[in-house]
């Protein structure tokens, strides 16, 4: 059984982000296997490095979207998407340093940071870009 799975309670319903979120858990699984695989800190740190760029690129999707359709919630919603960045950013130079890191601990962190962002943060905004997409491709 994967690390993180993917349930039904966190489809958006909206198919490029949910497409998007799949991703990420994969991405999470692939580094709980490398750390069970017994990956030193350089590779776990690649892993880790290729799991932020993918974070990255889809907190800038989300955003983009999120402004297009003016988003009131848009501020507090990227200051959550920038403090997890921070967060993985500092955990990257963690691993590179070689550092001794508590996997576990990172492993955990990650999940229930994703499953709660996406269960509480990202469903808020679904009502909202459905109706604004609806206006929007009415023309
Ligand atoms: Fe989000
Ligand atoms: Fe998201």
New binding site residues.
Partial sequence: MAFMEWTEDLRLGIES?DT??KKLIDLINALDTAIAAGYGNEALGKVLGGLLDYTIE??SY?EHLLERCDYPSYPSHKAEHDSLTEKVEFLSHVFEQGQSVNTDQIMQFLKIWLQE??LDI?KRYVPFVKEKSGQLSQY
């Fill in positions: 982000i998007q979120h889809h907190f989300e962002h996406i990202d």
